[in-house]
């Protein structure tokens, strides 16, 4: 044991001399808050959404199916009672409910004028946006076409938009888990992917192969320091998103922290895995950005929402283990959800860092042959 | 005596190509023993074998009497390793890299201390002790690394090309210091390019393709080939086997 901890004490004098290193590490994750809080636009396809029509009318049936055709929507769930547009949103895949109230044709017969409810999940606040405008355009043309030249007054419909788990409809609450996936991946597996090819091109790694230190303690020395590093970053991530953009932290503290450990390990392993590999620093460092930082960025969903690309890209979005991580921070800290709605997306995690460290382990030991 | 290494036989195979054939040889405690051989001969793979990193194909081999298929703990813990490439850390200061290595071979606080203060002590780099490694000339660079090899009193070190691209007089400043650490019974085990240094060594083997073709003592070894350097001799083998 004393011997691991020479080790580990040797990593944190190799980091803590890199001073620009270190200044990456701890600047980058704060100037991408800041920076990721102004918003993207994107437009959307096919996203799903559910119904609620109480009316069962002509009218509620045309819009329906006017919006359906649109190709912006895709129906998810058909919805029988107010109760049940909760869950829906809790559930994740539902973007936007559609509600049409009990009285709504009698009140156009009766007022001119009725109202459609149109609630959107504004945990992704351009998504959200966006599926309101095309919504309420779409019932706006419906309305327009109700009302013959001269008639006076016109048929109104209104449409009545909520945004549901963000109300005021903040950027930062969709950047920052992005943010804090992609600073984790990049400190965790980048680093510990280049710091043990450094060893290998120095030809370092061979004396510690001759010494008496075995191959788990050399591994477990490269990785401890960074996994402590990694989540003080990742607390550093949390902290300013709560007090410098007003992210809630609606779940649990506990939870958000054990995902977030959860993920470093699987970034770590990732690192591991790459040095495997990679022999030099170069390739270490090339395999980790083009493995895991361009798929992240693009895919994961932080930038791009996954229901606009097409299919096969969406296919290959669920190999990205950000997107998972993505959705378990925003399901825990803005929709304050716990681990009953989030064991798969944990257990997609877990799951990954087994595969991932099992093929390390072969690895390591058909080198050492 | 006790040998210090002892191998019969020894074989590594690659697939169909075999890197080391048969080696057969003994090494006594405290001698100097010169493993000489052109670049892919053998001589990396079978010290691999020595050291415990690579598991052998058939034959056996003993370190320190510790066999190479079961012990490779033990091996560790009573061999020194140093290469061409120093395998110093550069962005750690001299006292850290010596108290690094000894670190991981388990000295206690207080070994540590005085080991790093007897290493700085001998090599003069009392002035440096703090300055990163990076900043040290090649040939302290070289002495360093071949102190820090010998921190944990090793049995036998291994010396992989340890003088590869020093100039001459760093190379016999060099050459002292295995002596001195030879004297001390310490057995030296050392690989390389520079017919000169064959000299300085007890004996040499040399491999040829795979197999040992020569092992004697300098003097008896240029008799025996009727030529007046160790040069001569290693020309006759290398030419011997491109005719075959």
């Known amino acids: 044991m004393k011997r691991f901890f020479a080790f580990v004490k040797k990593e944190f004098f190799h980091i803590l001399r890199d001073r620009r290193t270190l200044l990456i590490l701890f600047g980058l994750p704060f100037v991408q808050v800041l920076l990721f809080g102004f918003a993207l636009t994107n437009e959307i396809k096919n996203a799903r959404i559910a119904i609620l029509d109480l009316d069962h009318s002509q009218h509620s049936r045309q819009i329906t199916s006017r919006l359906l055709s649109s190709g912006y929507f895709k129906l998810e769930q058909q919805l029988d009672s107010y109760k049940g547009i909760e869950p829906a949103f809790r559930k994740g895949k539902v973007k936007m409910v559609i509600v049409f109230p009990a009285r709504f044709t009698a009140e156009l017969a009766h007022d001119q004028a009725a109202q459609i409810q149109v609630l959107a999940d504004a945990s992704e606040q351009n998504t959200a946006i966006s599926l309101t405008n095309y919504a309420t355009n779409i019932i706006q043309s419906y309305s327009a076409e109700l009302n013959p030249v001269g008639m006076n007054p016109p048929m109104q419909l209104d449409v009545q938009s909520r945004m549901v788990f963000n109300p005021e409809l903040k950027g930062a609450f969709v950047f920052v888990p992005g943010v804090m996936a992609m600073v984790l991946l990049l400190v965790s597996a980048l680093m510990t992917s280049v710091t043990i090819a450094r060893e290998k091109e120095t030809g370092t790694m061979e004396v510690l192969m001759v010494s008496p230190l075995t191959q788990m303690q050399i591994l477990f020395g490269k990785v401890l320091p960074y996994l402590l590093l990694s989540f003080l970053n990742g607390c550093m991530i949390i902290v300013l998103g709560i007090n410098l953009l007003g992210i809630p932290l609606n779940g649990s503290l506990g939870l958000l922290l054990a995902e977030t450990l959860l993920f470093i390990f699987l970034a770590l392993s990732i690192g591991i895995l790459i040095s495997t590999i990679a022999e030099t620093q170069l390739v270490a460092m090339f395999a980790s950005l083009l493995i895991m930082l361009m798929p992240t960025i693009f895919l994961s969903g932080f930038i791009f929402p996954i229901e606009s690309m097409p299919k096969p890209l969406q296919i290959l979005s669920n190999i990205i283990p950000a997107k998972y991580f993505i959705s378990i921070v925003k399901g825990i800290m803005i929709k304050g959800v716990g681990l009953q709605y989030l064991w798969k997306e944990t257990l997609v995690l877990f799951g990954m860092a087994t595969v991932i460290n099992a093929v390390s382990l072969r690895n390591l030991k058909t080198r050492l042959g | ?244």
């Open chain 2, 1 to 244: 005596m006790e040998k210090a290494v002892s191998t019969d036989k020894l074989t590594k195979r690659f697939g169909d190509f075999v890197a080391t054939n048969e080696i057969t040889f003994d090494v006594a405690q405290g001698e100097i023993f010169g493993f000489l051989g052109a670049n892919g001969a053998g001589k990396t793979t079978a010290i691999r074998m020595l050291c415990g990193l690579l598991r052998p194909s058939s034959g056996s081999a003993t370190i320190a009497g510790f066999d190479v298929y079961r012990q490779t703990e033990q091996i560790k813990q009573v061999i020194g390793y140093m290469s061409q490439r120093f395998s110093l850390y550069e962005d750690l200061t001299v006292r850290e890299n010596i108290r690094f290595y000894g670190g991981i071979y388990g000295l206690p606080k207080a070994e540590l201390r005085r080991k790093s203060d007897e290493i700085i002590q001998q090599l003069d780099l009392g002035g440096v002790a703090d300055k990163l490694v990076a900043s040290l000339p090649l040939g302290w660079k070289q002495r360093l690394a071949f102190s820090v090899a010998l921190v944990h009193d090793p049995r036998i070190v291994f010396l992989d090309e340890p003088t590869g691209g020093v100039d001459p007089i760093t190379r016999r400043q060099f050459w002292d210091m295995i002596y001195e650490a030879a004297s001390r019974g310490t057995t030296i085990f050392v690989t390389t390019h520079y017919m000169d240094e064959a000299e300085y060594c007890n004996r040499v083997s040399i491999m040829v393709d795979g197999r040992i073709k020569a092992l004697d003592t300098p003097a008896a070894m240029k008799q025996s080939f009727g030529v007046d350097s160790m040069d001569g001799v290693f020309q006759i083998l290398a030419r011997g086997t491109s005719t075959k």
